[in-house]
């Protein structure tokens, strides 16, 4: 198929960013096809007479690979299995889906479940059904959200800085990674100690081989850790350079030092690394899943992740993404729900992929909300980054959901930043690890990404990590050092962590950390949505934080801006009577003008509106009255009221902020001469053609009309709320049944 | 008392005082294989019951050095180990009082020598 680029329309329509993504075309051989291959299997669940699987999704096990034979020996309930596979696929579906039903039973019934059933049930649900049962099928009851917090240079000044920032956002766990694997412990400890400096509680990872990951997590420099990696297919798995046995015995060796973990999985990996046996993304990550669950993990980041935009180059890829996370939440697994990679060159599709799930509500909304800027983010862009953070605020706003994050004050960033800056400072010259110049720090405090911090030498996280190996360093050392420079509260809270991992309660299923180091999990505040007016609901001074956005302005601020712009040059001289010269034509003002406003939308004193309108008028041989109509706020009524005021009999309408027209007194008063309805974009130019047209009209002429200045952008979102509150101001100056008043308005 | 850490110390008593003395390792801050079989029985409650397993393993890696524990997890990863290896690595976990992880290694050889993952 070829594009049609011989019109103006597909010029236009190929320009826009969305057709930069690439498209695919389903292809099952590759594993380019989102549900239902025709290599899919068809599920079946055959168990011997000892209690052992001997056919698993129609393969028998002598023929099992490692994937097979790791879920048919751990993974399954064999006692509920005969249930599960009878039971019909919509009719497990409606379970899902139905808040009568509850969510234990429907996480009992998928225990006996095969990956290719579990596939089959979830392929079933439309988009809204999935936002349904997702609500319904969390684990957690609390929604939270993940931020990465990366950098180009692995700058560890910047790192704290960007934690801590991350944290006062509401972040409750924090990924780092390097672009230098050798920097990975200076991460770890800058990311860890910038995030204490704003919230206790913050749980840090750094993301990198899984051997050195795991001996971070030994020495305490890391609290859970997620980049264990599971796949669908022997070949990739294999790649990837474990079994489901090693993972397995990974899981273990977390959970043995007391650090969370779960593991990263996602639809598309497999054909991205070219060994998808033919099946779909949503059968292997099926595969996948109840890997997860059988080897013992409490929980998966899926839903695309590094492949998103394979599972979103086909169709039906994105609901795809969204079963996948619904299905480790049926398994009674943590859901970490992707919205990760970047997987889409346009806005509205990347909004689109995540909606759904912030409605829902998970676990984690994403599996790496980029806190920091695009460039920096090591993992590459995120679906959501720093760009973005007014954005996610605002749609938590809009939809009155918890997305996990929360509004901090600019000036207490400021001083997180700086604090943040001042602890890894410190902490690495005690230790021995760097020494930070005042100007690399103060860059570190300012900058909104790497690049704005030049004086960074990309030397110190290299020696710093060498320094923390060689020397054995652990987080015991850090806690001391913050102590031993004066930074309590930090040394505190990360002592609190560390003391964490004995009870152990964090390595239950999706557990996070309040602020105040109490575990909510799916032990400790499990989901109970049982249907309207159940389940999560932000408490008031959540929904009020929420709520809170830094944007937002109310009536009297609008007012107060408006009053710091008073001016004197309204003076009301008496009723206006009607003129009769036939040059006249008059010009009425709302009832708030020169009153409580001042300032029209354009940012123009009203008087100099009238300036530029009586100039007009002047130039056509015409003269120029004002008058303020008290009686109504309409414009129409306004000019019309004008008009017959007027020797010419034609008036101009003008309200404070800035709407106009030209009026004639046979109209009706909803009709009009020539109206300027965007004042936001209206300047002094159109106001000085406006009364040359006004004067046209009195002498009889019919003027070209002047052309309104318009604008693409989105101007009534931009002033629509101040508009309201000007229209209030005008409505409470109003007095019904007054006569108009004559003004002189000096300059 | 809140559950010791592998140590045997009172979590309570790793205050920041004690760390700026000098006297606390990242043994008083280990999880106690007690504690782990507790958060197992905790999962299996919760209709988890390979998570509980899963915390079973971890109870008998908790007693074990970070160079034993991460040489395990190496020995398992594909084409590392011989047949004869993975042997040696179970008879050696159970020797140590870890039978689940001996069972999980043994289990591997058998799908590895099957599937050709052990090392030529």
């Not at chain 1, 049982?530 to 934080?545: D, E, I, S």
């Not at chain 1, 003076?571 to 206006?576: L, S, T």
Request: charge should be negative; aromatic fraction near 4%.
């Amino acid at each position: 198929m070829t594009h049609t680029t011989d019109t103006g329309r597909y010029r236009l329509m190929d320009a826009q960013p969305v057709n930069l993504d690439g498209v695919a075309v389903a292809d099952a051989s590759v594993g380019l096809v989102a549900f239902d291959s025709p290599d899919d299997p068809e599920p079946s669940l055959v168990v011997g007479a000892d209690g052992s699987v001997v056919e698993m999704d129609s393969r028998g096990c002598d023929d099992f690979d490692v994937v097979d034979a790791f879920i048919a020996s751990h993974g399954l309930d064999v006692a509920v299995a005969p249930r599960a596979m009878a039971t019909p696929d919509v009719e497990v579906a409606t379970m899902l889906v139905d808040p009568a039903v509850p969510r234990g039973d429907v996480v009992a019934l998928v225990a006996g479940m095969t990956p290719a059933k579990l596939a089959r049930v979830l392929g079933t649900l439309t988009p809204a059904e999935l936002t349904l049962a997702m609500t319904k099928m969390r684990a957690r009851r609390t929604p939270s959200n993940q931020a990465h917090v990366t950098n180009r240079s692995d700058d560890p000044l910047l790192l704290a800085a960007d934690a801590a920032t991350a944290a006062a956002f509401g972040f409750r766990e924090i990924e780092t990674t390097v672009p230098v694997l050798a920097d990975a412990a200076s991460n770890a400890v800058a990311v860890s100690v910038g995030a204490a400096v704003a919230s206790p509680g913050v749980l840090v990872q750094c993301s990198v081989e899984e051997a050195t990951e795991l001996e971070m997590g030994m020495r305490g420099l890391v609290s859970y850790a997620e980049t264990v990696s599971l796949y669908g297919t022997e070949q990739v798995f294999v790649d990837g350079d474990d079994t489901p046995w090693s993972k397995a015995l990974l899981a273990s060796a977390y959970a043995s030092r007391g650090v969370k973990m779960r593991v990263t999985s996602g639809g598309g990996a497999e054909a991205l690394m070219g060994a998808a046996e033919g099946r779909s993304m949503h059968y292997l990550e099926a595969r996948c899943v109840s890997l997860a669950r059988a080897i013992g993990a409490q929980g998966v980041q899926n839903g695309g992740i590094d492949a998103a935009s394979v599972a979103a180059s086909v169709p039906g890829g994105v609901r795809m993404m969204m079963a996948e996370n619904l299905m480790v939440m049926a398994r009674n697994l943590e859901s970490c729900t992707g919205n990760d990679a970047l997987m889409s060159e346009s806005d509205v599709r990347r909004t689109s992929r995540t909606l759904p799930m912030l409605l829902a509500g998970t676990d984690f909304i994403c599996s790496g909300f980029g806190s920091i800027q695009r460039y920096d983010n090591m993992f590459g862009p995120s679906n959501w980054n720093a760009e973005d953070l007014d954005d996610f605020l605002l749609m938590q706003r809009d939809w009155g959901v918890d997305g996990g994050l929360r509004t901090p004050a600019p000036a207490d960033v400021r001083a997180l930043r700086r604090r943040a800056v001042d602890a890894v400072t410190a902490v690495y010259r005690h230790l021995g690890l760097a020494d930070f110049s005042p100007q690399w720090a103060d860059q570190a405090v300012e900058a909104a990404g790497s690049k704005d911090v030049p004086a960074a030498d990309l030397m110190v996280p290299l020696t710093a990590s060498r320094v923390i190996a060689e020397t054995g360093l652990t987080m015991v050392d850090v806690v001391a050092a913050l102590y031993e420079t004066g930074f309590d509260a930090e040394a505190e809270a990360m002592l609190a962590m560390l003391r964490a991992r004995v009870a152990g309660d964090y390595l239950q299923t999706s557990a996070i950390f309040t602020e105040d180091f109490a575990v909510l999990s799916a032990v400790t505040d499990p989901n109970d949505y049982a249907g309207p007016g159940t389940g999560y609901r932000p408490t008031p001074a959540r929904q009020a934080g929420i709520d809170a956005v830094r944007q937002q302005r109310s009536v009297a601020d609008l007012r107060a801006s408006q009053a710091a712009r008073a001016s004197d040059a309204f003076r009301e001289v008496g009723p206006a009577a009607a003129g009769s010269d036939p040059r006249e034509v008059v010009i009425g003002v709302s009832p708030a003008t020169g009153r409580q406003l001042w300032v029209t939308l354009s940012g123009l004193p009203v008087e100099a509106v009238l300036d530029e309108l009586a100039a007009g008028l002047e130039e056509e041989g015409c003269t120029a009255r004002v008058v303020r109509v008290d009686h109504t706020i309409d414009l129409g009524l306004i000019g019309l009221t004008a008009a017959r005021l007027a020797g010419s009999g034609i008036g101009i309408g003008l309200q404070a902020k800035g709407t106009a027209l030209i009026h004639r007194r046979d109209l009706a008063p909803l009709a009009n001469l020539e109206l300027y309805s965007v004042a936001p974009v209206v300047d002094a130019a159109h106001y000085r053609l406006m009364g040359v047209n006004a004067g046209r009209h009195a002498k009889g002429a019919t003027p070209v009309p002047v052309r309104n200045p318009y604008t693409d952008e989105a101007i009534e979102a931009r002033y629509h709320t101040t508009v309201v509150a000007l229209v209030a101001i005008e409505r409470a100056c109003c007095t019904p049944g007054a006569v108009p008043q004559e003004l002189a308005v000096t300059r | 008392m809140s559950s010791p850490a592998a140590s045997g110390r009172d979590p309570s008593t790793v205050t920041v005082d004690a760390v700026r003395a000098g006297g606390v390792t990242m043994d008083d801050l280990r999880i106690h294989p007690d504690t782990l079989a507790h958060q197992a029985d905790v999962a299996e409650a919760h209709a988890n019951p390979q998570l509980a397993e899963n915390f079973r393993r971890a109870a008998e890696l908790a007693t074990l050095d970070d160079a034993d524990v991460l040489a395990a997890y190496e020995a398992l990863r594909p084409h590392r180990s011989s047949a004869a290896d993975l042997e040696q690595l179970a008879a050696s976990l159970a020797e140590r009082g870890a039978p689940r992880c001996a069972a999980l290694v043994a289990e591997a050889a058998l799908v590895y020598a099957r599937r050709g993952l052990l090392r030529p």
